[in-house]
């Protein structure tokens, strides 16, 4: 849970950047926008390793 407190001198629009922030610095967005939708497990295997597979793919090509 991320919690800003506004301290004294805080403008409100540098209480939002920070709130911001920190919900971005946590994965909050990414974490609620994976489980929007129920993924099998079986699915959620098959991603994982076709996203393995991509990755050594560009490391391979990067070096």
Do not use: C, H
């Amino acid at each position: 849970m991320v919690v800003v407190k506004k301290m004294p001198g805080d403008s409100d629009d540098s209480v939002i950047r920070k709130f911001t922030r920190k919900v971005i610095n946590e994965n909050i967005l990414a974490e609620a926008k994976r489980r929007q939708f129920y993924l099998k497990p079986s699915l959620a295997k098959k991603q994982k390793q076709e996203e393995a597979r991509r990755v050594r793919k560009m490391q391979r090509i990067a070096a």
